[in-house]
């Protein structure tokens, strides 16, 4: 038994030595860092935008916020880090299916790059501001086209 709690004891000590090191900032999702080079995959719409994941208006004004810039989504990180159970390649992708509409991370996201891209901030800008957490403060009630 000393001996189970002796190795509990040193894992947690060498796990919290090794936090200190550790680089929260190098833990950036999946993106792109230039523009597609092909068409990509569509983002939702229509006819497509009903049903039990569409039940908030934000909901479907995410996906037609997503559909007005798919190149600029392409370039972002999606900090629910679904590039790492769903494969998702960028913040488009969450937008391909119905993914986006059930999480508030990538509709936050989403809401924040279209405001920046409306306000003449690129893809970079719009990366750099995502990775500080400013896409945080969006109030997806107040998203508005």
């Known amino acids: 038994m000393k001996q189970l709690l002796g190795c509990i004891a040193l894992g947690l000590a060498t796990m919290a030595a090794s936090a200190q090191w550790s680089n929260p900032s190098e833990d950036i999702p999946a993106y792109n860092a230039t523009a597609p080079a092909k068409p990509l995959p569509p983002v939702l719409s229509g006819n497509q935008l009903t049903g039990v994941y569409f039940s908030h208006p934000y909901q479907v004004t995410a996906y037609k916020m997503a559909a007005a810039i798919p190149a600029v989504l392409h370039q972002q990180p999606c900090y629910c880090h679904c590039d ?9 992708s969450c937008f391909e299916g119905t993914h986006g509409a059930a999480c508030s991370t990538c509709m936050k996201e989403a809401v924040y790059a279209y405001q920046q891209t409306k306000k003449g901030q690129t893809p970079a800008q ?9 896409w945080q403060a969006v109030d997806l009630e107040k998203a508005a086209l």
């Open 84 to 92: 790492r159970e769903l494969r998702h390649n960028s913040l488009h």
């Open 126 to 134: 719009i990366r750099a501001g995502i990775e500080r957490g400013e």
